[in-house]
């Protein structure tokens, strides 16, 4: 009797190794295959073509940042969206006190380099270009038709 659940002990662990090794076989083909599709080659990429010239400005507006055209636009351009976007610039208004902290923090907690001379020039853009207004962030609406909800 001994003989006989020995056998089937050694028919259940081989049917159960085998089970084991199919299922990791099976996993790592789709491992495989998921992790080493073949890369595209470069003129396999579309490029997307863009009419759009970088240095566009219409409207006293840099087009592809939406920074005001002034003096010390391009310095500000190279510092501030190489880490984030010019939207991030635009919609904050500060006096020079609030851009030098903003820099200073910056600078203390998200690396943002030394500015050196430029800091000067982008502290004096921002301040003039974006310095706080009296309407906050957004006019108020006018000339609007309110109706009464039913």
């Known amino acids: 009797m001994k003989d006989k659940f020995q056998k089937q002990v050694d028919a259940f662990s ?12 099976v996993f ?17 990429i579309p ?3 863009s009419n759009e010239d970088f240095d566009k400005v219409e409207n006293g507006i840099h087009v592809a940042t939406g920074f005001v ?14 880490c984030h976007s010019a939207k991030l ?4 208004r500060m006096s ?3 851009w030098k902290a903003t820099i200073s923090w910056m600078q203390e907690t998200q690396n943002l380099w030394d500015l050196g001379a430029n800091e000067e020039l ?8 974006y ?6 962030r957004r006019q108020n609406l006018e000339n609007i038709d309110w109706y009464e909800l039913k």
């Open 14 to 25: 081989k049917v159960l190794l085998s089970f084991i090794i199919l299922i990791l076989v």
């Open 28 to 44: 790592g083909g789709l491992y495989y295959w998921a992790n080493h599709k073949p890369k595209p080659k470069i003129e396999d």
């Open 47 to 49: 490029l997307e073509e």
């Open 69 to 82: 055209d002034d003096k010390g636009m391009e310095a500000t351009i190279q510092n501030c969206t190489s």
């Open 89 to 92: 610039v635009t919609q904050n």
């Open 96 to 98: 020079r006190e609030g």
């Open 122 to 129: 982008i502290l004096t853009y921002l301040t003039k270009n």
């Open 131 to 136: 310095a706080p207004t009296d309407k906050g």
